[in-house]
């Protein structure tokens, strides 16, 4: 039994050995097939290519002009290039460069493993695969790219010594801001040439690389300089720089001299453009700028030097440190035909608190539009306390009861915050986000209608909500890009293709525009008041906690056929606000950018003219359609929406009775009451048998009730007629339904 279970296990050791000997085979015939397909396979790449690997995006304007300079001229030959600049990009992106043949299998063992621990922390390309990924492949994730990628190093390592790989590589590196090569970066991050540079900047270039818009030094400085501390550390580990060095250097910090006016160039819109193209076609912006793309955008040049000149205008600006940035966007097409700014700066990521510039949108617009006020609505504007809310106007002023278009121009907030209450935050939110105003849970509050939100608000994002007021209540995002086409005439994106959102309706839209060009000529943004052309216009300051400073102050504004916005950030003075700098900045930019003056806004169907009363709504705030036969200085003229129309009438000048009057007699005294129509005045008329007819009373625009009493003839009785009546336009007497009462004797005959 023994012996036959021995034969067994024989017999089965040696057809599993006879299997992994099968299975070795294979396996090596495999690894054969597959190094030599890797080593042998493929084509010889093309050399030509090496040196035109910057973008070859083409950028245009309005005009179809080209405008974009991303195409570098700074190309960089090896000679020039310092040590210490080579040997950070090795010690971070690729530490065997050196001793490898294109593909580093040390490297490559390690990312599998990491990769079967659920690790992604680090890549297995070289410098080289990275330069022939980025010269002849698109960034697809496919084994089929990689293996062609892996072909193409271990062929370019065969044709090129790692010097003239290097001098490729470091010339081909897309950096952000619209730079490409080392030499670019440089001088755009550091205002320096290559040999200039220290350790701790060749480190932040070695950095920036792996994610150009994370580690952008302008743009996220704390980033980018952590990552540049990380690949100096690596150069200490590598003995690329000396301990001394390293100890300099790992505490210090970079001055970034990209604090330059970029306004007179296109830079700036480039820059936004290309984050806008990146959304559009869902690739970053390594992948966008490798391919052969023609963008038509919205560009005006003139329109851009008279915006940048505003915006570097020192005169505007109390600190040097003060951010800033002007936008101007054509209504029509959503179409941003200029951006300024004295930083560097990306409008979808800069998020700010609006403050005021929010009301118009996620306050007044919305209860226009669900009929919940009309711009003459009354508010009583006091100080009030909703929950443990307690918000206060500026400068702790109330002006009592208020319309609504006064509560706009003044910029008032207890009425704002009464009226999202009325609307609620969640009905607000909504229209915010039909605009692209994403607002959070935590913003579902009375504060939004002051503008608090949680993480603020993209510029460009609220600039968008304007536009929408601009078309009647349609809205598109504000946009840099026109079209997109590639290198075959194919258009791939036609801004033209977006469908509008309606947001309002028109006639809410249209009112609210009424609104803010009275707000434009009487109210925070005044300052446009002498402006010779319709213009709509609301401001927005917002104060630090501390109350003695401003962090940010707006001015928005739209015509027929533009809108703008202006903007300055940063720790300005309390007496600085949006309807001073940042209004005098648009007021000063539109005296020169229209040669012709833009047409008035047109009044769509469904906005009704009507007149109201005018002592009812200055007296008892009520809004009442005026008598038909209302003389005009008693009426006011109005614009509603249908929506928000009156109902009720005032019936004071149609039918001019006293309907309540009493008169009771004792003995030779009649008293009269009747209740005092305060737009009329009451005469009363006393005829006697012997004395005839006399005025004993006359009396206009009395209040309350009336108990007068009148003397009357005891002998042979009186006659006594109280009539109503008013004062017409012609200063004429319209007399009304008189009442009359016929006083007895009260002497008796017998």
């Given at each position: 039994m023994k012996k036959n279970n021995r034969n067994m296990a024989k017999k089965v050791f040696k057809s599993m050995a006879a299997v992994s000997m099968i299975m070795m085979i294979i396996s090596l015939l495999a690894l054969s097939i597959f190094f030599g397909m890797l080593y042998f396979g493929g084509e010889n790449p093309d050399m030509s290519k090496l040196k035109s690997t910057q973008s070859s995006l083409t950028v245009l304007?309005?005009?179809?002009?080209?405008?974009?300079?991303?195409?570098?001229?700074?190309?960089?030959?090896?000679?020039?290039?310092?040590?210490?600049?080579?040997?950070?990009?090795?010690?971070?992106?690729?530490?065997?460069?050196?001793t490898h043949h294109g593909i580093d299998y040390v490297r490559i063992a390690g990312a599998m493993l990491n990769n079967l621990k659920g690790n992604r922390t680090q890549g297995a390309s070289t410098i080289t695969q990275q330069l022939v990924k980025n010269t002849y492949y698109s960034n697809e994730q496919t084994f089929s790219r990689k293996f062609k990628e892996m072909q193409g190093a271990i062929k370019l390592e065969k044709a090129l010594s790692k010097d003239e790989i290097m001098e490729y590589y470091l010339n081909m590196l897309y950096f952000g801001s619209g730079e490409y090569g080392v030499k670019n970066a440089s001088l755009r991050f550091f205002d320096k040439s290559l040999d200039e540079l220290n350790a701790l900047e060749c480190a932040m270039l070695a950095g920036i690389v792996k994610s150009p818009t994370k580690y952008n030094p302008i743009n996220n400085y704390d980033n980018s300089i952590a990552r540049a501390k990380i690949v100096l550390r690596l150069m200490f580990e590598q003995n690329k720089i000396s301990e001394n060095i390293y100890n300099d250097y790992k505490n210090a910090d970079i001055i970034i001299k990209n604090n330059i006016i970029e306004n007179n160039t296109a830079n700036l819109y480039l820059q936004n453009t290309i984050y806008e193209l990146c959304k559009i076609l869902n690739c970053d912006e390594k992948q966008l700028n490798q391919r052969a793309l023609r963008v038509e955008t919205f560009f005006d040049s003139n329109t851009q030097k008279l915006l940048s000149s505003s915006i570097i205008n020192d005169s505007y600006y109390t600190d040097s440190k003060t951010q800033s940035v002007g936008i101007v966007c054509d209504n029509s097409s959503r179409g941003i035909k200029a951006i300024a700014s004295r930083n560097s700066v990306n409008i979808y990521e800069l998020k700010r608190q609006v403050g005021s510039t929010i009301k118009p949108l996620a306050c007044f617009a919305p209860a226009l539009d669900q009929g919940l006020i009309s711009p003459y609505t009354k508010i009583l504007d006091e100080p009030t306390t909703f929950g443990d809310y307690a918000p206060k106007n500026y400068k702790d002023r109330y002006y009592g009861w208020t319309n609504v278009s006064d509560c706009v121009a003044k910029s008032l907030n207890i009425?704002?915050?009464?009226?999202?209450?009325?609307?609620?935050?969640?009905?607000?939110?909504?229209?915010?986000?039909?605009?692209?105003?994403?607002?959070?849970?935590?913003?579902?509050?009375?504060?939004?209608?002051?503008?608090?939100?949680?993480?603020?608000?993209?510029?460009?994002?609220?600039?968008?909500?304007?536009?929408?007021?601009?078309?009647?209540?349609?809205?598109?995002?504000?946009?840099?890009?026109?079209?997109?086409?590639?290198?075959?005439?194919?258009?791939?994106?036609?801004?033209?293709?977006?469908v509008p959102t309606r947001v309002f309706d028109e006639q809410s839209s249209y009112l609210m525009t009424n609104i803010l060009i009275d707000t434009a000529k009487n109210g925070t943004a005044k300052k446009l008041s002498d402006v010779n052309f319709q213009i709509a216009c609301k401001t927005g300051t917002v104060s630090m906690e501390n109350k003695d400073n401003n962090s940010d102050i707006f001015s928005v504004g739209y015509t027929a056929n533009d809108s703008f916005l202006f903007w300055q950030g940063g720790c300005l003075p309390s007496s600085q606000t949006g309807g001073g700098a940042t209004t005098l900045q648009m007021k000063n930019f539109l005296s020169n950018y229209y040669n012709n003056t833009p047409q008035d806004f047109y009044q769509p169907e469904g906005i009704v003219s009507a007149n109201i009363d005018r002592y009812a709504y200055e007296h008892t705030n009520e809004i009442l359609l005026a008598s038909n036969n209302a003389p005009q200085s008693s009426i006011i003229n109005c614009v509603f929406s249908q929506k928000c129309m009156p109902t009720d009438r005032d019936t004071t000048y149609d039918r001019m009775t006293i309907d309540d009057i009493t008169f009771k007699q004792n003995s030779s005294n009649v008293s009269i009451q009747f209740t005092y129509n305060p737009k009329l005045g009451y005469k009363i008329y006393k005829r006697d048998f012997f004395k005839g007819e006399s005025l004993i009373y006359d009396n206009k625009n009395n209040l309350g009730f009336a108990d007068i009493n009148i003397d009357v003839d005891s002998f042979l009785g009186s006659t006594i007629t109280v009539v109503p009546y008013y004062i017409d336009d012609n200063n004429l007497e319209i007399i009304g339904t008189p009442s009359k009462y016929r006083a007895s004797s009260t002497i008796s005959f017998r």
């Open positions: 304007d309005n005009d179809n002009n080209i405008i974009n300079n991303v195409k570098t001229d700074k190309y960089v030959d090896y000679e020039q290039i310092p040590q210490l600049l080579s040997d950070a990009f090795v010690a971070v992106e690729d530490k065997r460069f050196y009425p704002s915050v009464k009226i999202l209450q009325q609307l609620s935050p969640q009905t607000s939110r909504n229209y915010l986000q039909k605009m692209n105003i994403i607002t959070q849970e935590s913003d579902n509050n009375l504060a939004l209608s002051l503008g608090g939100t949680t993480y603020g608000i993209p510029l460009i994002d609220l600039l968008g909500g304007y536009t929408t007021l601009a078309n009647y209540g349609l809205y598109n995002a504000p946009t840099f890009v026109k079209r997109i086409l590639d290198d075959t005439g194919k258009v791939l994106y036609d801004s033209n293709n977006r």
